[in-house]
């Protein structure tokens, strides 16, 4: 006999044959079909299909298996009633006989045999490969927490006993393997979750059908979860055990106008999340429906940890509530589709007498397994993180515990890789080790940026429709490209239509530091001495030095320094965003630097101006000899230097 997996490719080659437009209303109709064959060989639905199988569906009629179909679901709903609105909801309604036939046909050609529907964990790994196959793709756009975060999440916070609730539960594969953690421990949890996408909600109903968690170990209701909460208890929200949540990041349209006055008050405490990003949105949620000793772990992009604005008020007041137990920074490319470095939050209302006033900080973003595109949690990597968690105290290069005050000196960042002594750097000098605390607690006279200097964002570049009917003044504006090993190309430079209200701010003025503010790559340079009016772009910070410090301050000094390894590493670690990484004024104000006399900084600026020229004149003189030995091959008749014509 064949194997599943072999069944399972004739059956996806033989579905796309007759359907090269398949939805995903018609693939909810498979695993429903795949469901409904599994309660038929289940002893507790044993009056739902006297005298039928599913070979003996595949005989009869299109007209006829619509009607047996239809009365099956009836009678199954009523040993599950809240799977009424699966099986026979609007998807099963909108199908015609005559392609639930062809359903039905190819998955009882293809799919499990009688004996292996009446093994559950056959019939739930077939569960999983349609949903892998049709589901989880870039067609759809749907995202599904990997088999490793989840278990990662499951075992940073053991639930093993009362109840287990996710707020955005998609497929619901995290309260699934919630409850089976808790039952391969000999404990029980009851598990419960909302979904907003009525695909996702179906599916996910399916799947605690086919694990028999439906209706006495729980179940998940449709439904806005920020805007409708639907697990309610006397008007409020029903309080949890644990919260295992992966939000939708950065979602725009979260419910902002009803969160001002929320009936619940989830946002009271703690403050209103930006209009534009709802990530807090659903931590804070989940916050407000913990017991009182209840824990959460919930998957963060990254960016939450140090964003500004109102974002860095609701973090500064979730510190100082000292509901913060741990974070940990996880590898990039975790998900399928998307690069996004995320972290784990774990939350905890009633924190230990010795976890208190500290919150854990754990790096493990380098702890994975990968393919050429993807990265993975393995067992090894899910064990060290969990270690780290119980044992909680400073490992070395991998954890630390943090005071809240020092979080609160650090203006609230949470970013775990901030707070570790030292930090590995990779420059042009080999591999480095920099010792963050000793250089900002310890260096002389170290000032931060914005004390020197004002920090300005350059203007922004006119859209297509501004530039097609020419809508305000011409003037050059400097961008990345015209900055070449720190020299400005003036000669380059595009003209853009600009408006703006304050022209002199953004005008490159000589000593200007320049500052490249997005990408990884960044670019150093100062402005020097020029004839006219030239605008520098958004896509840079401009450093103006104080009018009161120009006499004591170098501004190639300072440009020397964030080209070097410790300015290098304080501006990718100030670094936001997740496609395109960017650097904000308020990040560049931030930076520590050392403000040594004039006279040393002049020095220093000559000494490693030298050390360029060493390098130039060295490159010419290569250059003149591979020149030369060339010629003796005989290559001088065919090729010259273009300088010399």
């Known amino acids: ?110 799919g499990l045999t009688k004996d292996e529907y009446s093994d559950q964990k056959h019939v739930i790994t077939f569960f999983h490969k349609v949903i892998d196959e049709f589901v989880l793709n870039t067609r759809t756009g749907y995202i599904v927490t990997p088999n490793g975060l989840t278990e990662l999440m499951i075992r940073s916070i053991e639930p093993n006993k009362g109840t287990v609730y996710d707020p955005t539960a998609g497929i619901a594969n995290l309260i699934v393997s919630a409850y089976l953690h808790a039952n391969s421990q000999n404990k029980n949890v009851r598990v419960y979750g909302q979904e907003i996408d009525k695909n996702l909600f179906i599916i996910g109903k399916l799947n605690l059908f086919l694990h028999d968690i439906l209706p006495v170990h729980g179940d998940i209701q449709l439904g806005d979860v920020i805007r409708e909460p639907k697990w309610l208890e006397n ?111 774990i939350l905890n209302k009633n924190k230990p007498k010795e976890k208190q006033g500290k919150i854990l900080m754990v790096n493990a973003e380098n702890d994975f397994k990968r393919t050429r595109t993807q990265k993975f949690l393995e067992e090894e990597h899910i064990l060290r993180i969990t270690d780290a968690l119980s044992q909680y105290k400073n490992l070395e290069q991998f954890s630390i515990v943090v005071s809240i005050q020092e979080i609160a000196e650090n203006d609230f960042n949470l970013k775990p890789t901030l707070y570790f002594e030292k930090t590995e750097l990779n420059t042009e000098f080999g591999t480095i080790v920099f010792n963050k605390q000793v250089f900002e607690r310890d260096t002389e006279n170290l000032v931060r940026i914005g004390d020197i200097a004002e920090v300005i964002r350059g203007v922004n570049l006119p859209g297509r429709r501004q530039i097609e009917n020419v809508e305000g003044d011409i003037y050059p504006i400097i961008q990345i490209r015209d900055i070449q090993n720190g020299v400005i190309q003036f000669e380059n430079i595009d003209q853009f239509p600009v408006q703006t209200r304050d022209l002199e701010r953004v005008t490159a003025k000589p000593g200007d530091i320049l500052v490249s503010s997005r990408g990884t790559q960044q670019k150093v340079a100062v402005v020097p001495e020029y004839k006219g009016i030239v605008l520098v772009s958004s896509m840079f910070v401009i450093l103006r030095i104080r009018n009161n410090l120009k006499q004591k301050v170098n501004p190639f000094y300072i440009k020397r320094f964030l080209e070097s390894p410790v300015g290098r590493y304080y501006l990718e670690l100030n670094q936001s965003g997740t496609a395109v990484t960017v650097l904000t004024p308020n990040d560049i104000k931030s930076i520590p630097i050392p403000l040594i006399s004039i006279e040393k900084q002049n020095e220093i600026v000559k000494q490693l101006d030298d050390a360029d020229d060493l390098i130039l004149r060295a490159m010419e003189m290569r250059n003149k000899q591979y020149l030369n030995a060339y010629g003796k091959i005989g290559f001088d008749l065919y090729i010259r230097s273009k300088e010399k014509e």
């Open 1 to 110: 006999m064949d194997s599943i997996n072999t069944r399972f490719l004739r059956f996806t080659d033989e579905l796309y044959r007759q359907f090269p437009k398949l939805d995903m209303h018609l693939v909810i109709e498979i695993l429903k079909l795949h469901s409904l064959f599994y309660a038929l060989e289940q002893k507790q639905y044993q009056e739902l299909g006297t005298n039928l199988s599913k070979d003996s569906l595949m005989k009869c009629s299109p007209d006829e298996v619509d009607k047996t179909i239809k009365g099956m679901y009836q009678k199954l709903c009523e040993y599950v009633p809240t799977m009424s609105s699966v099986f026979l909801g609007d998807s099963f309604k909108a199908i015609d006989q005559n392609t639930l036939y062809k359903l039905l046909v190819l998955l009882g050609r293809h």
């Open 235 to 345: 008007n409020r929200l029903m309080q949890f055990d644990y919260v295992l949540m992966n939000f939708p990041f950065g979602h725009a349209d979260w419910g902002y106008e009803i969160a001002s006055n929320d009936p619940y008050g989830r946002f009271d405490l703690y403050g209103l999340p930006p209009k534009t990003r709802g990530d807090f949105a659903f931590i804070l949620h989940a916050l407000a429906s913990l017991k009182s000793n209840g824990k959460a772990a919930i998957v963060v992009p990254l960016g939450i940890l140090f964003r500004g604005a109102q974002e860095k008020i609701i973090r500064s007041n979730l510190v100082k509530d000292d509901v913060i137990e741990s974070i940990v920074a996880l590898p990039d490319n975790l998900f399928i589709g998307t690069g996004i470095q995320v972290a784990l939050l």
